[in-house]
């Protein structure tokens, strides 16, 4: 345990979601790749966030703690 802050985009956010104890499952039935958009209230903020994904983050741990709320595509953004 080295406690070095790690920051995990796309693949890599799944991978820490998943190693520390959560759950990452398929966005669509077929396993295709859903490519979207959801509006995000960023820090009285409001933004279109571009989604390409096949899986996604859809159940935490108590070690993650999300930083925006969980959306139909599951988590976004977690914090260890």
Request: proline share 4%; charged share 25%.
């Amino acid at each position: 345990k080295l406690k070095k802050s790690v920051l995990g985009l796309c693949f890599g956010h799944q991978l820490l979601g998943h190693a520390f104890g959560g759950e990452v499952e398929f966005l669509l039935p077929n396993q295709d790749k859903f490519i979207g958009s959801r509006t995000v209230d960023w820090k009285k903020e409001k933004f279109e966030l571009g989604i390409t994904h096949r899986q996604a983050v859809t159940k935490i741990s108590e070690e993650l703690i999300p930083l925006m709320p969980k959306s139909q595509y599951g988590y976004d953004l977690l914090q260890h």
